[in-house]
């Protein structure tokens, strides 16, 4: 079973960046695809991206061309780096992981979740 932890967040302002990380503990990541979700007081949870076992990453279309996810197996962590921050997109962020050797990544599925980290982004 695997634990994570995510960090990273924090106060930003409007167009600014954050790096946000997903520790692993109890298991390595190197068969696991990782997402990061977010959710919006009142709102859906919804992911925003996600990298597959095998490096292949994917993003909805609000954050592409500014996030970019990534994953040092060596660390056992994922990385979130958001530029560009958008005041709407200040909430809780959370990673999530489900053990699956493949190229393909979804959001669904996914057993194992941190507890979240805040993002705050003023304008």
């Known amino acids: 079973q695997v634990q994570l932890v995510e960090s990273g967040g924090g106060l930003v302002q409007s167009g600014g960046s954050l790096r946000l990380s997903c520790a692993a503990s109890?298991?390595?990541?190197?068969?696991?695809?990782v997402a990061w979700f977010r959710q919006a007081p009142g709102k859906e949870r919804e992911g925003v991206s996600c990298i597959s076992s095998r490096n292949a990453d994917t993003y909805i279309d609000s954050v592409k061309g500014r996030f970019t996810i990534s994953r040092d197996n060596a660390k056992n962590t994922v990385y979130l780096q958001m530029n560009s921050l958008k005041p709407e997109e200040a909430t809780v962020y959370y990673c999530?992981?489900?053990?699956?050797?493949?190229?393909?990544?979804?959001?669904?599925?996914?057993?194992?979740w941190g507890k979240g980290t805040l993002v705050t982004v003023s304008s």
């Open positions: 999530a992981a489900r053990m699956i050797y493949d190229w393909r990544c979804d959001y669904n599925g996914m057993p194992y």
């Open positions: 109890g298991s390595t990541l190197d068969y696991y695809a």
